[in-house]
Nanobody, 121 residues
Framework: AQLVESGGGSVQAGDSLKLSCVASTQTFSSYDMAWFRQAPGQEREFVAA????????SYADSVKGRATISRDNRRDTVYLEVDSLKREDTAVYYCAASTGLSTRPEDYDYWGQGTQVTVSS
């Protein structure tokens, strides 16, 4: 599967942003999906995950209450919306696909190229 993210950009602290990730696969609905992020000089970290049906979601503590992950299997797309953005949310955001729901990047088989999110105060 190929994954292509979009929706990143430069925003102000307190703003909201919705990222999209479109998968080029006919079996999108069989994959569990996740968003990770990586800031300069830091490890890639888990942000949110959603299972194949959308019935199970998981969030990192750093975004819990501010982020919503969702998916549209008819459009082969997964979304991440983050509200009340903070400077520390600045990172490259990646979507990833796996056959098992996990918070560990090493468990994901397919990755997008990433989309930059920059939050300024």
């Amino acid at each position: 599967a190929q994954l292509v993210e979009s929706g990143g950009g430069s925003v102000q602290a307190g703003d909201s942003l919705k990222l999209s990730c479109v998968a080029s696969t006919q079996t999108f609905s069989s994959y569990d999906m996740a968003w990770f992020r990586q800031a300069p000089g830091q490890e890639r970290e888990f942000v949110a995950a959603i299972n194949w049906s959308g019935g199970r979601v998981s969030y990192a503590d750093s975004v819990k209450g501010r982020a919503t992950i969702s998916r549209d299997n008819r459009r082969d797309t997964v979304y991440l919306e983050v509200d009340s953005l903070k400077r520390e949310d600045t990172a490259v955001y990646y979507c990833a696909a796996s056959t098992g729901l996990s918070t560990r990047p090493e468990d994901y088989d397919y990755w997008g190229q990433g989309t930059q999110v920059t939050v300024s105060s």
